[in-house]
């Protein structure tokens, strides 16, 4: 079946450390992004890329890093710099390069990240 | 500024009862398009719907259904008859495209809670 997967599905980061969440599609979806989610703030964009070898600052990408090698790969990095990572971190993929914003996302079942 | 409001932070039914979801939005663009996502307690969201600015056709699809009003701005989600399987977080979001620039935001979603 086609879809996002996301993994782990829970992690605990050590003060200092940097950890890396997974994200893999096989949708053949050109784009990908990360959000976070807080408790009663929705969803908030982290990072997006639109096409291979590129990807975008989104609205709070302090403190993390991504990269996008490969079309289905889209890894997301919480740096030692983020200082309140705790949160469930959704990928999601959808069809179009740069500008078809029209198109559901489809997402993965999350990672939650807390502080040891 | 672009904006979604979901001013229901977490609404409770009883089991058959109809329940309407609301969602405002704000937005300087004429062609934007408006989308309502699932987050079941596994939570991965799930696309239910899009609409774009320039079709205001309410959409029925089984019990649910959508009530697009652009002279309120305003994108309601009405669940008939409800069941326990529709407890869950639902998003509401915005997407419009201007220049290329990319734009998609959330609402902070609504929890319903429908109790047996």
């Known amino acids: 079946d086609g879809g996002i997967t996301q993994s782990p599905k829970y992690l605990f980061r050590k003060e200092g450390q940097n950890v890396t969440l997974s994200c893999e599609q096989n949708?053949?979806?050109?784009?990908m992004y990360w959000y976070r989610q807080d408790p009663g703030q929705g969803l908030r964009l982290i990072y997006y890329s639109q096409i291979v070898n590129d990807f975008q600052k989104g609205d709070i990408a302090e403190g993390y890093s991504v990269s996008r090698e490969k079309k289905e790969s889209f890894p997301l990095t919480v740096t030692s710099a983020q200082k309140n990572p705790t949160a469930f971190y959704l990928c999601a993929s959808s069809i179009g390069p740069r500008g078809l914003s029209n198109q559901p996302q489809h997402f993965g079942d999350g990672t939650r990240l807390s502080i040891l | 500024a672009q904006k979604v409001t979901q001013a229901q932070t977490e609404i409770s039914v009883v089991e058959k009862e109809d329940v309407t979801l609301d969602c405002v939005y704000e937005?300087?663009?004429?062609?934007?398009?408006l989308f309502w996502y699932k987050q079941p307690p596994s939570g991965e969201l799930v696309f239910l719907i899009r609409?774009?600015?320039?079709?205001?056709q309410n959409e029925i699809s089984g019990r649910y259904s959508w009530n697009f009003q652009k002279s309120t701005s305003s994108f309601n989600f009405t669940i008939t008859a409800s069941q326990v399987v529709d407890s869950a977080v639902y998003f509401c979001a915005l997407s419009e495209s201007t220049s290329g620039t990319y734009k998609y935001i959330f609402g902070t979603g609504t929890r319903l809670k429908v109790l047996a």
């Open positions: 937005t300087r663009d004429t062609t934007y398009y």
């Open positions: 609409r774009n600015s320039f079709d205001e």
């Open positions: 949708l053949n979806h050109d784009a």
